[in-house]
Nanobody
Framework: QLQVVESGGGLVQPGGSLRLSCASH????????VAWFRQAPGKEREGVSC????????NYADSVKGRFTITRDNAKNTVYLQMNSLKPEDTGVYYC???????????????????WGQGTQVTVSS
């Protein structure tokens, strides 16, 4: 069974950058769509971005378009989320999720994804 682990979170000032990683510690990510979701305190979980298995189609939430970039490195069994121009409203716990999908990846709901990591905290504050 696939196991994914997030890393790369931390405290950053507004305008700064972070790169999150989602690595598979058990099983290969090659055939999985991978998504990032986040949850801020007192708010519902929201989809941030996703990348399909092949050919690697990507989707982004409107709030992060132009600032975040999702990529995958199958050789390293890892998906990355490069986050630039961070804002305080980007603060939250970021979760990586994966599953084998027969359609283009979506971030409308987390119900499409069976395998979830434990999350990594991102705090954007001065």
């Amino acid at each position: 069974q696939l196991q994914v682990v997030e890393s790369g979170g931390g405290l950053v000032q507004p305008g700064g950058s972070l790169r999150l990683s989602c690595a598979s510690h058990k099983g290969t990510l090659d055939f999985y769509a991978v998504a990032w979701f986040r949850q801020a305190p007192g708010k519902e979980r929201e989809g941030v971005s996703c990348i399909s298995s092949s050919p690697g189609t990507t989707n982004y939430a409107d709030s992060v378009k132009g600032r975040f970039t999702i990529t995958r490195d199958n050789a390293k069994n890892t998906v990355y989320l490069q986050m630039n121009s961070l804002k305080p409203e980007d603060t939250g716990v970021y979760y990586c999720a994966a599953d084998v999908l027969n359609f283009e990846c979506s971030i409308r709901t987390g119900d499409d994804y069976k395998f979830w990591g434990q999350g990594t905290q991102v705090t954007v504050s001065s």
